[in-house]
């Protein structure tokens, strides 16, 4: 882009003041006009209040700065934002409700969750981001020679500061779409493991797309991320459908976790079927086991879990493995085939066998 005539200039400065932006901030931003859109960018979604210090919401929370800093590193957030505030005034509630978690539960359950909490919203945010730029903000004003530049440089702004009038709606809807969330973790009893976890009997699968490294190299990124999205939705439908859980995606992998074990699978075989009719993918693989899990910060562990994976890796394309003990957990339609004892890399030999439709 080029810079703005000096009359565009103060009126783009007093649209990004009346916004909230400093004077400090006006001058800083005003060395390019990249810079007062990431201002704009960041007036609309930063959090409620006027800016504080790192002394003054310590005061107003009632501990030491130094405990500030764990607050913030324990949600994952950066120690200092280059010529942005780290802190308002609506932090001091937020905050202060860790301070209050802690004499509820004790200090390392709250680090688990807030961790937790922290890496779920880092994704989240960096996905809204990203959504943002590329559909909102695709196009560069300054590549069209007969573009109206401080016009778009106009626009650009006040699309970035209005952002922030949905901010307020989204952050509403990521609290009820918690609180449905929350409703399917309800158990009726549990053992407890530790401080921060808990012990139980669960089915784990993963499912793997096959050939994904060769996958990544024959396409470009656009393409690669238009599959990456096929993927994904289709792992979401599937455990939506069976009534399962994802836990999380890993790439070209995705790991689920259900207290059915024929639920599960029936997830994992709907998923490589999708990738078996897929255009690109044309395969996929699966394990699945059942035992004693340890849930704790949101993720799985434990032997379980491993044998699981094992499974996944070592499967024929297009099969489903998984525990002897499947066999008498699973019901029609799902069949449970054995097939030769394996060893499997930490497992040592394992009786397994192949679950098929």
């Given at each position: 882009?080029v810079?703005?005539?000096?009359?565009?200039?103060?009126?783009?400065?007093?649209?990004?003041r009346?916004?909230?932006?400093?004077?400090?901030?006006?001058?800083?931003?005003?060395?390019?006009?990249?810079?007062?859109?990431?201002?704009?960018?960041?007036?609309?979604?930063?959090?409620?209040?006027?800016?504080?210090?790192?002394?003054?919401?310590?005061?107003?929370?009632?501990?030491s700065?130094?405990?500030?800093?764990?607050?913030?590193?324990?949600?994952?957030?950066?120690?200092?934002?280059?010529?942005?505030s780290?802190?308002?005034?609506?932090?001091?509630?937020?905050?202060?409700?860790?301070?209050?978690?802690i004499?509820f539960?004790?200090?390392?359950?709250?680090?688990?969750?807030?961790?937790?909490?922290?890496?779920?919203?880092?994704?989240?945010?960096?996905?809204s981001?990203?959504?943002?730029?590329?559909?909102?903000?695709?196009?560069?004003?300054?590549?069209?020679?007969?573009?109206d530049?401080?016009?778009?440089?106009?626009?650009?702004?006040?699309?970035?500061?209005?952002?922030?009038?949905?901010?307020?709606?989204?952050?509403?809807?990521?609290?009820?779409?918690?609180?449905?969330?929350?409703?399917?973790?309800?158990?009726?009893?549990?053992?407890?493991?530790?401080?921060?976890?808990?012990?139980?009997?669960m089915?784990?699968?993963?499912?793997?797309?096959?050939?994904?490294?060769?996958?990544?190299?024959?396409?470009?990124?656009?393409?690669?991320?238009?599959?990456?999205?096929?993927?994904?939705?289709?792992?979401?439908?599937?455990?939506?459908?069976?009534g399962?859980?994802?836990?999380?995606?890993?790439g070209?992998?995705?790991?689920?976790?259900?207290?059915?074990?024929g639920?599960?699978?029936?997830?994992?075989?709907?998923?490589?079927?999708?990738?078996?009719?897929?255009?690109?993918?044309t395969?996929?693989?699966?394990?699945v086991?059942?035992?004693?899990?340890?849930?704790?910060?949101?993720?799985?562990?434990?032997?379980?879990?491993?044998?699981?994976?094992?499974?996944?890796?070592?499967?024929?394309?297009?099969?489903?493995?998984?525990?002897?003990?499947?066999?008498?957990?699973?019901?029609?339609?799902?069949?449970y085939?054995?097939?030769?004892?394996?060893?499997?890399?930490?497992?040592?030999v394992?009786?397994?066998?192949?679950?098929?439709?």
């Amino acid at each position: 882009m080029v810079k703005a005539a000096q009359s565009d200039d103060d009126f783009i400065a007093q649209r990004l003041r009346a916004a909230g932006a400093t004077d400090d901030e006006l001058r800083a931003a005003r060395t390019s006009p990249e810079a007062l859109v990431v201002l704009a960018a960041d007036i609309g979604i930063r959090p409620n209040g006027a800016p504080i210090s790192r002394e003054e919401l310590a005061r107003r929370v009632g501990v030491s700065p130094e405990r500030i800093d764990e607050v913030r590193s324990m949600c994952g957030l950066r120690a200092a934002l280059p010529g942005m505030s780290n802190w308002f005034e609506s932090d001091a509630e937020w905050v202060a409700l860790i301070e209050a978690g802690i004499v509820f539960l004790g200090e390392g359950a709250v680090t688990s969750l807030m961790r937790r909490a922290g890496l779920a919203l880092s994704q989240l945010a960096h996905a809204s981001s990203e959504a943002f730029r590329v559909n909102v903000l695709m196009s560069d004003p300054a590549a069209d020679p007969g573009a109206d530049v401080v016009n778009a440089l106009t626009q650009l702004i006040e699309g970035n500061v209005a952002a922030g009038a949905l901010m307020d709606g989204y952050a509403q809807a990521i609290g009820q779409l918690f609180r449905h969330h929350s409703r399917e973790t309800v158990r009726r009893e549990t053992r407890v493991a530790g401080d921060h976890g808990e012990l139980l009997p669960m089915a784990i699968g993963f499912v793997d797309l096959a050939a994904s490294t060769d996958l990544g190299e024959r396409v470009d990124a656009a393409h690669l991320a238009e599959l990456v999205n096929d993927f994904e939705t289709a792992v979401f439908r599937v455990a939506g459908d069976r009534g399962v859980r994802v836990v999380k995606t890993i790439g070209d992998e995705a790991m689920f976790a259900a207290d059915d074990p024929g639920a599960l699978c029936e997830a994992a075989l709907d998923l490589i079927e999708y990738c078996l009719c897929h255009p690109v993918f044309t395969t996929a693989r699966a394990g699945v086991a059942f035992g004693d899990v340890l849930g704790q910060g949101g993720d799985c562990y434990g032997p379980t879990v491993n044998r699981a994976a094992r499974f996944a890796q070592a499967a024929h394309d297009g099969w489903l493995m998984a525990d002897h003990g499947l066999e008498k957990l699973i019901s029609l339609p799902l069949q449970y085939q054995s097939v030769t004892a394996q060893e499997h890399r930490g497992l040592g030999v394992v009786n397994w066998g192949r679950v098929s439709r």
